[in-house]
């Protein structure tokens, strides 16, 4: 009895843990109903309507009554209740939420996988260092699959071809770039769809133009909608889970009261052949009605897009647990009804409720409709931003709207153009049979990219044989063709919409990721060493004006030539110098232990640093007070490092470093670069300077001259860059304690920040696109949006801007 008792008495604690680990998925199941099904539960308000809006009889005049048969019914019923299974349950449930970028998903997360396992990246200043990030994980697929059987070789050979081929890797990213404009043309698109088809069962007997009503209410929503944005969603989006679950259940109780009343037998229609005998005798028609039923899995990208707030366990078991139930049954319930009442085909679900329970349901229509939408309009926000941090957008102003919660950000241009936009599509098109085409396109575009990059994925991150990624394309990549042709012929009758939004984005992100790659080019072309200045030594001199200041390039080694540019008009620098390069790696997110990477620039006494500032592209940049303190703390942990080593390199030992003591033999192989990265090692254990200090190897200097140079930079410098101005020493630096304390002193003088006033134009010989793309495009996006000022928070009593001329 007490070995009994004792083996429940340890049991207990893992029954504990358990029960914690099953209670905290619960709840993020609950809270993914309100963020993630917004969309996907109320599309059953407009499906219908859409996938028979084009039928020819319709058009041709003939009443619905007569136009409409019931087998086409049942065979509209049975293609969504399979598009339902296939792609939102059997693709994204089981094979695409297996797939996350350190626990993120959507395209980029996809995009960014395959950049790190195939060196696809076309971002600039990237760096070795950047691997040692420890959410860079990457598995070097090309020597495993040599060292693999023969079959694999040949997967090898078209990595070395991906990555080899510059138009390749081009082509990837403006596939990937076209999702995600699809995806902003989605955002535009579904406020206005769910909001008008939830506004379109108001009673309106009493109503002298119904139309005209629906479409002013629906934009009065809009814009109320919008207009909230800016104080953010944290403070009623606790609301968000309860309507959409209330939602559910009341889409889940009419569909069943229909079925009861109207058709019972409706159940047989899941069997496939009713979609087969659907698309084999209706033809052209049949064809066309998948422009709309593909409107049933609208939201469906939102539960791998989200995949970062959630675990996808969770995801996965409110889909397949609550959505997926419900809306089956709701789409069954309509078709039971249509089933005998086909002339009300055009107003299915309000026709379908009992008119004693009309208003409320109405009610929380509206509701789930606005919570529908506030999803994507969040969701294209951090799409945005993600775009902006690649790259591939210009600056715009990123608000945080809530200090707890991570990742709600607000972004005011973006805000009022989604605004304008989905109030011309309501005003424009004024029929949700229209907006449904658009709507459509969108969906299905997004899906496909989608499709194409997870096959991608399944050779070249799983590394998995050619036939399942074959197998993939061939089931849902063949679906989503089919959607995606019978939404793009009806691009006439709304589908424009987002096509031409798309092509806007995309010109936008084209023409800024172009003009940004060549404007770092010339920068990287035309950088400055310090090499000179070490050679020339400071007894010329320049005046040291007390302050730290801040002089922001993009390049991640040499001087910037607005530097040079800088001290020849003005010879005077400051005190504490720090060169920072602010840039993206190609993973979600970087750890802030791991984000600055400082460096030294010159000997010691110059007080001259490097520091580069790594985010992910969902990492939100710090501003203002709150950088400036990193940054400093920053530097001054290099330097208490950086004396470290001297006393290392020196021989004496350490004393007080966790109880250890312990030397490090002297190697003049091996000296400190301008960024640094390294270990050292002890007698009982190791001390990780990684995150600050890095050696590289290099050719041995003669003894005598090795410490002088060991503290240098070893990168060359254009002659008389600095024409006869050099440098002036900062005296009396012989410990840590003394360098970190005039750091803190120049702290306390004030920052100063030194940013280029850069107009790029092309070159004289370059072709007559080229220069209409950078002397007209790039320079009316660079005038009219954010500077990188004001992106940065930067306070314009501390501000320097230098102009400079860019001929690219």
Request: proline share 4%; net charge neutral.
């Amino acid at each position: 009895m007490e070995e009994s008792g004792g083996a429940n008495a340890e049991g207990n604690p893992n029954q504990s843990k358990n029960k914690s680990v099953y209670l905290a998925v619960l709840s993020l199941a609950y809270q993914s109903l309100g963020v993630v099904y917004g969309d996907l539960s109320t599309s059953p308000l407009y499906v219908y309507k859409c996938a028979f809006s084009f039928h020819p009889k319709l058009l041709a005049g003939q009443s619905p009554e007569d136009a409409i048969s019931e087998a086409e019914i049942l065979g509209v019923f049975s293609c969504i209740f399979w598009t339902l299974t296939i792609i939102p349950l059997l693709k994204y449930v089981f094979l695409v939420l297996n797939v996350d970028d350190n626990g993120e998903g959507g395209t980029f997360a996809l995009y960014s996988l395959l950049c790190r396992h195939a060196k696809l990246s076309l971002l600039p200043n990237q760096q070795q260092a950047d691997e040692e990030v420890s959410t860079y994980k990457v598995v070097k697929l090309a020597e495993d699959m040599e060292r693999s059987g023969t079959n694999d070789m040949k997967w090898a050979s078209v990595l070395r071809l991906f990555e080899s081929n510059y138009f390749m890797r081009v082509g990837l990213l403006t596939m990937v770039l076209l999702g995600t404009c699809m995806a902003i043309g989605a955002g535009v698109v579904t406020p206005s769809i769910s909001v008008f088809s939830a506004v379109s069962g108001i009673n309106g007997h009493h109503i002298i133009d119904k139309q005209c009503f629906e479409v002013l209410l629906t934009c009065i929503l809009l814009v109320s909608l919008f207009c909230l944005q800016p104080y953010g969603t944290h403070r009623v989006a606790f609301l968000f889970a309860p309507i959409v679950i209330l939602w559910l259940v009341t889409i889940s109780l009419i569909g069943f009261y229909n079925i009861m009343k109207w058709n019972p037998t409706i159940i047989r229609a899941v069997l496939p052949q009713y979609m087969y005998n659907f698309m084999i005798l209706s033809g052209i028609q049949g064809w066309l009605s998948f422009g709309g039923i593909v409107l049933c899995i609208t939201g469906t990208e939102a539960m791998f897009a989200n995949l970062g707030h959630f675990s996808p366990l969770s995801v996965k078991m409110a889909f397949a647990g609550v959505v997926y139930p419900c809306v089956v049954l709701s789409y069954m319930g309509q078709a039971a009804f249509l089933s005998k009442n086909e002339g009300k085909i055009f107003q299915s679900f309000y026709k379908s409720i009992p008119d004693s329970i009309n208003c409320p349901v109405v009610v929380v229509a509206i509701l789930a409709s606005v919570v529908a939408s506030q999803s994507v309009i969040s969701a294209t926000f951090s799409i945005i931003n993600q775009c902006r941090a690649m790259g591939c957008f210009p600056y715009v102003k990123v608000v945080h709207t809530s200090n707890n919660i991570i990742g709600q950000i607000y972004i005011p241009e973006i805000n009022w153009m989604l605004m304008l936009l989905s109030v011309s599509v309501t005003l424009g098109l004024r029929d949700t049979g229209l907006i449904g085409n658009a709507y459509g396109l969108a969906v299905t575009t997004v899906m496909l990219v989608t499709t194409l990059l997870m096959c991608l994925v399944v050779i070249m991150v799983w590394r998995k044989r050619s036939f399942l990624a074959f197998a993939l394309l061939l089931v849902s990549g063949s679906l989503e063709g089919l959607f995606f042709s019978a939404s793009l012929i009806k691009v006439p009758k709304g589908g424009w919409v987002p096509l031409a939004l798309a092509l806007l984005f995309m010109a936008i992100m084209s023409i800024w990721h172009y003009g940004t790659t060549k404007k770092y080019e010339f920068e990287a072309e035309n950088k400055v060493s310090v090499k000179q200045i070490l050679s020339l030594g400071p007894g010329l001199g320049m005046v040291r004006v007390p302050g730290v200041g801040l002089v922001y390039s993009n390049l991640v080694t040499g001087i910037p030539s607005i530097f040079s540019h800088f001290v020849t008009n003005i010879p005077a620098f400051h005190e504490v110098l720090v060169f920072v390069c602010i840039k993206s790696v190609q993973v979600p997110y970087v750890p802030q232990k791991e984000r600055f990477l400082v460096g030294r620039i010159g000997p010691i006494v110059y007080m001259m640093f490097r520091c580069i500032v790594r985010y992910g592209y969902k990492d939100l940049e710090e501003e203002g007070p709150k950088f400036e303190e990193m940054l400093v703390h920053s530097i001054e942990e290099f330097i208490r490092l950086e004396s470290i080593w001297e006393d290392i390199e020196d021989g004496h030992s350490m004393n007080g470093m966790d109880g250890m003591n312990a030397t490090i033999p002297e190697n003049e192989d091996t000296y400190p670069s301008e960024i640094a990265h390294s270990t050292i090692h002890l007698d009982d254990g190791r001390i990780d300077l990684s995150a600050h200090l890095s050696f590289q190897a290099a050719a041995s200097p003669s003894s005598a001259s090795s410490k002088d140079t060991r503290n240098s930079s070893i990168s060359s410098i254009r002659k008389g860059s600095f024409g006869k101005s050099v440098f002036k020493e900062v005296p009396n630096l012989k410990g840590g304690e003394d360098r970190a304390q005039v750091l803190r002193d120049a702290r306390a003088s004030g920052i100063t920040y030194v940013l280029g006033r850069s107009v790029v134009r092309a070159s004289q010989n370059s072709s007559l696109l080229k220069r209409a793309v950078i002397n007209h495009a790039y320079f009316f996006l660079k005038e009219n949006f954010r500077s990188p000022a004001l992106a940065l928070h930067v306070p314009h009593n501390c501000l320097i801007r230098v102009g400079m001329v860019y001929y690219v």
